[in-house]
């Protein structure tokens, strides 16, 4: 500081040593400015990852629903609705299997991989709540919501039809087109348990219905032709001259009736 203080540039005296031409030092600037994203190459990673997505898209949506309609959905004659006093006992006002426990049968978890909108359709059809391919449209916007990081929003979707399925086995409030809490929040926090409890609970009742009384050889108008019985005519209500005798009657059995 004393230095600095006392001293001025008067008192500097430079002496050259050496005279040579300047150096650069690093990597000389471009005269074109570069890019700091490469176009062609940010459409080559985008169509590199974008076209399995659209495959996978393409396969659930379309694909695998419409093999799974020709295989089951087309073959099925009747459905779960409206016929719910032939359905067993062990079906009503409980699931048949825990949440939990559904996930035992490895192969139809596998399959949820590729499979996940036509199964829920799949059930939806088989209780008679939608027509199959509505079921799969509304199905396929729900997966993409939990897909997209929206499952919020799809859980209402799958939530509302699964009050619709507890409802109808006797296990809800038997309010029709509302959403409970509880099958919301299943829905939200393990939807894959919840698509695997209502597809084995609904195609165990449906393999236990009886097929209907049409398919069994005779229509529902018979069946009740068969239940009245035939009405008895009362003679008491004629007069005493118009009621046949013993010897009428004979005659009339023995000679048949009279054209």
Excluded at 109 to 127: E, H
């Amino acid at each position: 500081y004393a230095f600095l203080r006392n001293t001025s540039l008067k008192d500097l005296h430079v002496q050259a040593v050496s005279i040579s031409a300047p150096r650069i030092q690093g990597e000389p600037i471009p005269a074109e400015p570069i890019l700091l994203v490469d176009i062609n190459q940010a459409i080559h990673t985008g169509a590199m990852i974008a076209s399995p997505c659209a495959v996978y898209f393409f396969c659930i949506g379309f694909v695998i629903p419409w093999i799974n309609w020709r295989l089951r959905v087309r073959h099925r004659k009747y459905r779960l609705m409206g016929r719910l006093a032939d359905i067993e006992n062990d079906y009503k006002e409980k699931w048949a299997l825990s949440l939990f426990s559904s996930l035992r049968n490895r192969v139809m978890c596998v399959s949820m991989i590729c499979c996940l909108p036509a199964r829920l359709a799949d059930t939806w059809d088989s209780v008679g709540l939608v027509p199959y391919w509505l079921g799969v449209k509304r199905a396929f916007t729900c997966c993409g919501m939990y897909l997209f990081g929206c499952g919020v929003c799809g859980a209402t979707i799958s939530g509302r039809f699964r009050s619709e399925i507890r409802d109808f086995f006797l296990m809800g409030d038997q309010t029709k087109g509302n959403m409970e809490v509880a099958d919301y929040c299943e829905y939200l926090f393990c939807p894959i348990c919840c698509v695997l409890q209502e597809a084995q609970h609904v195609d165990a009742a449906l393999d236990d219905l009886p097929p209907p009384r049409r398919m069994r050889g005779f229509s529902v108008e018979e069946t009740k032709q068969q239940e009245v019985p035939p009405p008895q005519q009362d003679f008491a209500c004629f007069e005493p001259s118009a009621m046949p005798t013993r010897f009428e009657g004979a005659a009339a059995i023995k000679d048949g009736p009279l054209l």
